[in-house]
């Protein structure tokens, strides 16, 4: 049997004694528990940086030092997940504008990866010619259509702006007032609430709607420059696209190396899901906007509503916006026909009815065949979300609103899993 001295030559380290073992072990386990708990007040400093515009790079840099080498503690990895996440939103908020090419780099690179990895599988191509070649085509099939249809859009949007200055500056070459009157009368409201309505809210509505008319013509030149200086971005999109898609594929496993091996399997299912979740409707949602976008601008035509192209591209964004789109369409293209067509019950009656059937083909066919079950949430749900991401981040929050609520009620039903098997979140 060796002694101490020949395990200490041989380099192995002989085994404590169990009083020292516990010792050791308590004095370590007090030491993380320091460390911890100085994390958990950087990560409440961090809250007060960020929620005062401070920059918060250091304390960042704090929290990953001190809680890294224990990530193997529960309350270690909820304080970097955290810590990580506040910074994340911080930083792509404050550095939004110069980011923009880059994330939308991102979402091609995401939505083509599967693509080139299914080319780069089936004909062992080189995933960087793949990259180059899909984006090379993605940039001459966007720049063939922006060249038959952005000239047709800016002119009839040019068309539009002019026709509603000329129709609230002398409201008698489309505005009939008596015609107006006859129509509401016929709809069985009586005369005299017609003539206060009319006289009280209508037509002052609309002086006031064109007093504002030279402010808003005013905001929409000064912002020009602005779109000159993203001719930059239209050369940077492409580049970064071809670098992110090429080496997409190393993405999940680097952000893996973060997670304890144990715990990989679990989160790398978890990763899955989410995917599942962001490409299945970002991809389904898209190719069905453009369909009703497409469908609506030829009903439209048809029916003979002017401008119908640019509704057409107008009805396609507002595709992305579960309910509120749908409004919007139905109220934009109703105030183009009563501008721009005579006021009768059946031109109005027309292009609600295009809304709405593009509305009812969505939602029972397009949809179910091309977005599948979607993301599995409530519409009331779908609907709280749309309005709180609006309030907090505009016309953006209602386009990732769907999404992002998909991928937290993910996050949920892995917390209410973990919770009823008794094994918490690890």
Do not use: C
């Amino acid at each position: 049997m060796p002694n101490q001295e020949n395990l200490i030559v041989s380099g192995t380290t002989p085994p404590l004694p169990p009083e020292e073992e516990a010792r050791r072990s308590e004095h370590a386990n007090r030491f993380d528990g320091i460390a911890i708990a100085a994390g958990t007040l950087a990560l409440a400093t961090l809250f007060y940086l960020i929620a005062n515009g401070i920059q918060p790079f250091l304390l960042v840099l704090t929290i990953l030092l001190l809680l890294y080498p224990l990530r193997e503690y529960r309350a270690a990895r909820l304080i970097l997940l955290t810590s990580a996440t506040l910074f994340g939103l911080w930083l792509v908020s404050t550095l939004a504008s110069i980011l923009l090419p880059f994330i939308v780099a991102m979402v091609i690179a995401y939505l083509f990866n599967p693509l080139v990895t299914t080319l780069h599988r089936k004909w062992k191509l080189s995933r960087t010619w793949l990259s180059i070649i899909i984006v090379l085509l993605l940039v001459g099939v966007v720049g063939f259509a922006g060249y038959l249809i952005v000239p047709l859009i800016v002119n009839e949007a040019e068309a539009l702006l002019r026709t509603l200055s000329d129709f609230f500056q002398n409201n008698e070459i489309r505005f009939d007032e008596e015609s107006i009157r006859r129509f509401l009368v016929s709809l069985g409201i009586p005369g005299k609430y017609v003539t206060q309505f009319l006289n009280n809210e209508l037509y002052p509505a609309l002086k006031n709607f064109t007093a504002t008319l030279p402010s808003i013509a005013l905001s929409i030149v000064s912002a020009l420059p602005s779109v000159l200086q993203r001719t930059l971005d239209l050369i940077l999109i492409p580049i970064a696209s071809i670098y992110l898609l090429k080496d997409w594929y190393k993405l999940g496993p680097s952000l893996l190396g973060f997670v304890p091996a144990k715990r990989r399997p679990h989160w790398s299912a978890l990763m899955d899901g989410i995917d599942k979740v962001l490409y299945g409707y970002i991809r389904g949602q898209s190719i069905v906007a453009i369909i009703i976008g497409t469908l609506s601008g030829i009903a439209l035509t048809i029916a003979g509503v002017p401008y119908a192209s640019l509704l057409g591209v107008m009805i396609m964004l507002l595709d992305l916006i579960p309910f509120i789109g749908l409004i919007s369409s139905v109220v934009i293209v109703e105030i183009v026909i009563v501008i721009t067509m005579p006021i009768t019950a059946g031109n109005l009656i027309i292009g609600a009815a295009i809304i709405l059937g593009m509305h009812m083909l969505e939602t029972y066919f397009l949809g179910p065949r091309i977005v599948g079950k979607g993301v599995g949430i409530p519409p009331i749900l779908i609907l709280a979300s749309v309005f709180v991401f609006a309030y907090f981040l505009g016309f953006l929050g209602m386009l990732i609103a769907v999404p992002t609520t998909g991928v937290i009620m993910l996050f949920a039903r892995e917390y209410r899993q973990a919770v009823a098997s008794g094994k918490g979140i690890e």
